[in-house]
């Protein structure tokens, strides 16, 4: 069976040939079986690819008792194992007397058998051949360059050691041991410490010739090209949301995060799940993380994306935009995932076919599986604004699907962030996934810099630092305390607590609306009645609930120069504009 990486068989070195035989004796000692003497080893050489293995052997997985053939998990589990052995067939081919390949097929065919009569080993096979086909879905990349001695060494190596996986797990399910084996395995941690071995072993190849030429592999050659595969993706910039939120941003705020929570996530967290309250600060506390991530990825040569979602941003609120815009930054600060993108695009066409959404999730997968890959952190912003619409999958569940994905990868290179509120279909996905939880409005740390915030307010307000000291102390008290995480909601108490003279502000603070809502609705209620102001904010908010974009203050402006009256149709009368343009309304530029 041709290999599609090298194209023909390779030359062993002594140290490999000596290898696979102390292997296979090593197998044949635990198992009591030779594999080189097992019939079935004669069906590998007739398999053409991946598919034909797995046809192959497809009667040894439908003869468990607890078969689910609904599902056919374990073939799924199993696929990236066909995948690799049909890869790397051809690594060493007839240059030794049984190629480690064929070792393999022979060791899964010898397992399912022993495993077949075993009440419920279905469901422990299936996570023994999930952790080890996630790592091998990381060196399909190699089967796109020529293989070198060094690498031919390594594939090896790898092979042995999945060989070694396969004999212990048969030995334990043909001595009767296997369910307490599974829990042992996992609770010990072997097939970590395996896969961390051949992780290591692809960390060794990384200086060969042999990486630099899978880097050129699909190099993009000019400028026009990476425009245009961009332009192909049409993803939404994130950078805006991003912006205003560091604007709101005040120095200290977000110190407690950065000295604790952060550091601890870096160095040995999976996913980061921030919630709190409206109001809570959320989307702030995320630039500063995207920030922070920055920083490390310039120190430490560590990759960053991140995405806002937005209610107001109706194309970007799906997994769609989440993943066109992780695909764009991650390429244009990568090579190598530029040219996975690349290699996409390419096949799409040149970009004259849009890729459907499953192809976009697979493209990120192969970048975030890339050898020798830096550690690399997603952040995503206010996961509560993708809609949860009635329907068999609303916008959210699709995102809460790819975040479940991703962890589920075990990549120790990734590092996931997601801030949202406390939504009741959030939770149940989220919670079991996170390695770290921060719930706002319970850190001490999240109280402080409200303290801080206050503070600086009332310093630096001309009203308001002229308070008595004993009225300033009982105002952070208050609001600190009430606040409950929100600096939305201590915002506007400070806005309106501004407005008083000293001697009315305890019966303010006594009288302080309970939440953000309540808060909303006495802004509402202060607007003057009796002079059309309430019409005009009514109106106002109208236009704000219903646009398709946020709306500029020129427009709104536009929209008050409008007279309706009963009867008559709407008229514009731009002397009725309420503020001063420095060049002409929005209308004239319109109706150029």
């Known amino acids: 069976m041709p290999s599609p990486g090298s194209g023909s068989s390779s030359t062993p070195s002594s140290s490999n040939f000596h ?21 079935f080893a004669d069906q590998f050489h007739k398999c053409d690819s991946a598919e034909a293995i797995s046809e192959l052997l497809q009667g040894r997985v439908e003869a468990f008792k607890d078969y689910r053939d609904e599902h056919c ?25 049984f190629p480690p390949a064929k070792a393999v097929f022979v060791g899964i065919d010898v397992l399912l058998q022993a495993a077949s009569g075993v009440s419920a080993s279905y469901d422990a096979l299936v996570e023994i051949f999930d952790r080890v086909g996630n790592f091998l879905k990381r060196l399909q990349i190699y089967a796109k360059i020529p293989f070198t001695p060094p690498m031919i060494d390594i594939i090896v190596q790898i092979m042995l050691e999945i060989l070694s996986v396969l004999a212990l797990t048969t030995t334990e399910i043909k001595q009767g041991r296997f369910k307490k084996f599974v829990k042992k395995v996992f609770r010990d941690n072997k097939i970590e410490t395996v896969l961390q071995k051949m992780d290591q072993l692809i960390k060794e190849e990384s200086s060969m010739a042999a990486t630099l030429a899978m880097q050129g592999v699909l190099a993009i050659n000019t400028k026009a090209e990476i425009n245009d595969m961009l332009a192909w993706l049409s993803a939404p910039d994130p950078s805006t949301n991003h912006v205003t939120a560091r604007e709101h941003c005040h120095d200290g705020t977000t110190t407690w995060f950065v000295q604790g929570v952060f550091e601890e996530w870096r160095s040995t967290g999976s996913l980061l799940w921030v919630h709190g309250k409206p109001g809570s600060g959320k989307s702030v506390l995320c630039s500063m ?53 690349y290699d996409l695009y390419s096949r799409h066409g040149s970009g004259s076919q849009k890729p459907d959404n499953r192809v976009l999730k697979q493209c990120l997968v192969e970048m975030l599986q890339l050898p020798e890959s830096p550690v690399t952190y997603i952040i995503m912003d206010a996961l509560d604004e993708c809609p949860n619409t009635s329907g068999v999958e609303s916008p959210r569940d699709h995102v809460l699907k790819l975040v479940n994905e991703l962890v589920s990868l075990r990549l120790t290179t990734l590092r996931l962030c997601v801030t949202s509120r406390l939504e009741s279909d959030i939770i149940p996905t989220l919670e079991p996934l996170a390695s770290h939880v921060v719930c706002l409005h319970d850190q001490a740390g999240q109280k402080e810099a409200i303290s801080d915030y206050v ?52 019966d303010a603070l006594h009288k302080l609306p309970e939440t953000l809502d309540e808060t909303y609705g006495r802004i509402l209620l202060g607007i003057e009645p009796g002079n059309g102001n309430r019409e005009y904010a009514h109106r106002l908010l109208q236009c704000v609930a219903v646009a398709v974009r946020p709306l500029r203050v020129e427009e709104l402006a536009e929209v008050l120069a409008i007279q309706f009256e009963a009867g008559k149709p709407p008229e514009y009368h731009p002397g009725c504009l309420h503020i001063q343009f420095s060049h002409r309304p929005a209308s004239a530029r319109y109706s150029d």
């Open 455 to 506: 503070k600086f307010v009332v310093a630096s307000d001309k009203r308001m630092k002229k308070w008595r000291v004993e009225d300033i102390e009982l105002v952070i008290d208050t609001l600190v305390r009430k606040a409950d995480g929100m600096f939305r909601w201590v915002a506007c108490q400070l806005e309106m607590l501004r407005k008083c003279f000293p001697a009315s502000l305890r």
């Open 289 to 341: 993380i995207v920030e922070a991530t920055k920083a490390v990825s310039d120190a430490e040569s560590a990759l960053t994306a991140y995405y806002y979602f937005d209610f107001r941003d109706t194309a970007g609120q799906g997994v769609r935009g989440l993943l066109t815009s992780l695909l764009t930054q991650l390429s244009t600060k990568s090579n190598r995932c530029g040219n996975i993108l």
């Open 73 to 97: 998990r374990l073939i799924k589990c199993l696929n990236p194992v066909f995948q690799f052995l049909h890869v790397f067939s051809a690594t060493l081919g007839d240059a030794v007397p």
């Open 19 to 39: 290898l696979i035989t102390k292997a296979l004796s090593d197998y044949a000692k635990q198992t009591d079986i030779d594999l080189t003497q097992n019939p």
